[in-house]
């Protein structure tokens, strides 16, 4: 959730109060599933009489709307119903209707304010008289599924922070969100009810238990500022324990911009390209140094502190700001990143393929499924890959020194061509989890990377960690 202080909050709803018992909750989808149904009978009855054509046209404007509202809907709940339709949005190009991925992805930055009443009610219960202590701004600086950030100055020390407050109930309400989702895709009929499905499921239910414990993140949080505090390409918030628990928490306010802001478009393309290798370099430290990821692309999960021109020693700096959705990788899994990564940047097919050896997934594809594959992960590791030695980049994605050009790569639109056919000639399984959890990662490293306009060094990427 970002300090970006360019985008104001107070044009969104604000909501008086969450429905956070199960019952509230059960009745509230009930409602949107009601509303639903009777929209459907409406549009089916007053289309009767159109043409195909006139009809079809009709019926994705219809459901384009149902999408939206249905989206407005669960981001008035928040919580954990949001965080899986935010996952859904990321896979949904291949288990949803456009209509409703693109609307599921307006979850992740335009769910409703919690109103300051509610959350000073809670900020009292956590701290009781040590609230006394802090000057509170009343107007959220950030919004999400799970809590509501808000800054605040220590009154004796001056110190600026910021407050991650937990919206009441949450925590409570996981296990029955999780259960309300998915009668709502059985009903829908959305997304094939799958052995593969109910393990995925069940790893949201253990993820997000460990997320709503801010004591996990706190640890976390400082395991990364020290892992990154000699580096002057990052900037991670330091924890302040005096108002941190379970339920909230107090970190340092880091200032910056969002990615997408009009102020980092108009710096040089050297600098632009810095910041790029910065986000990539982070990841791949992530995956092959530490063993743990931040799985979460949300861009309001960074900022671009940018340097102060009248400073010669000053350096634009990538702000880490959430570290709520870690995750940990094991060897194996590992072992099988590290032969992906080097198969990917020697190009090498036969290479892929037989780094793809260790997980029922791949172990039980057919050889033409898995030579497929294999050419689609060829492609997804287009931009890691040595430029010498890879002759299927397009000449327009790279520049005189050979770094890649991530906004002339339409990488994204192609990998999904590619999947596509590649998945036509099997039924469609869920990957595995773990699997997934990465290339949520990388596909937002992607969209970063093109709304930077950066170019990038595959060698400096990669060679470190072969």
């Avoid at 969450?18 to 909750?25: A, D, N």
């Avoid at 407005?72 to 919580?79: A, I, N, T």
Wanted: charged share 25%; hydrophobic share 40%; proline share 4%.
């Amino acid at each position: 959730m970002a300090n970006d202080t360019s985008k104001p909050t107070d044009n969104k709803q604000s909501i008086d109060s969450l429905k956070t018992s199960g019952f509230e909750r059960r009745m509230s989808i009930a409602k949107t599933s009601l509303n639903i149904g009777r929209r459907w009978a409406g549009n089916s009855v007053s289309g009767m009489f159109l043409d195909k054509k006139a009809r079809s046209a009709r019926n994705q404007v219809f459901m384009e709307a149902q999408a939206n509202y249905v989206a407005q809907e669960l981001g008035k709940l928040k919580g954990s119903v949001v965080k899986i339709g935010q996952m859904l949005a990321m896979y949904g190009e291949h288990v949803l209707p456009p209509e409703i991925t693109r609307a599921l992805q307006t979850l992740n930055d335009d769910t409703a304010i919690l109103a300051w009443p509610k959350i000073e009610q809670t900020l009292r219960r956590t701290l009781g008289s040590k609230l006394d202590e802090l000057e509170v701004n009343h107007t959220p600086i950030g919004t999400a599924s799970l809590a509501q950030v808000h800054r605040a100055t220590v009154i004796a020390t001056g110190e600026d922070v910021v407050l991650k407050i937990q919206y009441p109930g949450v925590a409570d309400a996981i296990d029955s969100d999780l259960a309300l989702f998915r009668r709502l895709l059985k009903v829908s009929n959305a997304v094939p009810q799958t052995r593969a499905l109910d393990t995925w499921f069940e790893e949201i239910r253990d993820l997000l238990h460990v997320e709503v414990d801010y004591t996990i993140e706190a640890a976390t949080t400082e395991r990364f500022y020290q892992r990154l505090a000699n580096d002057p390409r990052y900037s991670v918030p330091k924890i302040n324990r005096d108002y941190s628990s379970k339920y909230l928490l107090c970190m340092s306010y880091e200032a910056g911009v969002s990615v997408a802001s009009e102020t980092l478009k108009l710096l040089p393309n050297e600098r632009r390209s810095a910041i790029g290798q910065a986000a990539i370099e982070i990841m791949m430290q992530e995956i092959f140094v530490w063993g743990e990821m931040q799985t979460d692309p949300n861009f309001g999960n960074y900022l671009v502190r940018i340097a102060d021109e009248n400073d010669p020693q000053a350096q634009d700096k990538l702000v880490l700001l959430d570290f709520g959705a870690i995750r940990q990788f094991d060897t194996q899994l590992l072992t099988i990143a590290h032969g992906l990564l080097r198969a990917g940047y020697h190009h090498d097919h036969q290479a892929m393929r037989t780094a793809m050896t260790g997980y029922d997934f791949f172990d039980s594809m057919s050889d033409k499924v898995s030579s497929d594959i294999a050419t689609l992960f060829l492609l997804a590791t287009e931009p890691f890959s040595n430029p010498d030695t890879n002759p299927d980049i397009p000449s327009n994605c790279l520049d005189h020194s050979k770094r890649y050009i991530w906004a002339n790569s339409k990488l994204h639109s192609r990998i999904s061509a590619r999947a596509q056919r590649a998945m036509q000639s099997f039924e469609f399984n869920l990957p595995p989890k773990e699997f997934m959890f990465i290339s949520r990662k990388f596909i937002g490293a992607y969209t970063f990377l093109t709304v930077l306009d950066a170019h990038t060094d595959s060698n400096k990427l990669v060679k470190p960690f072969l």
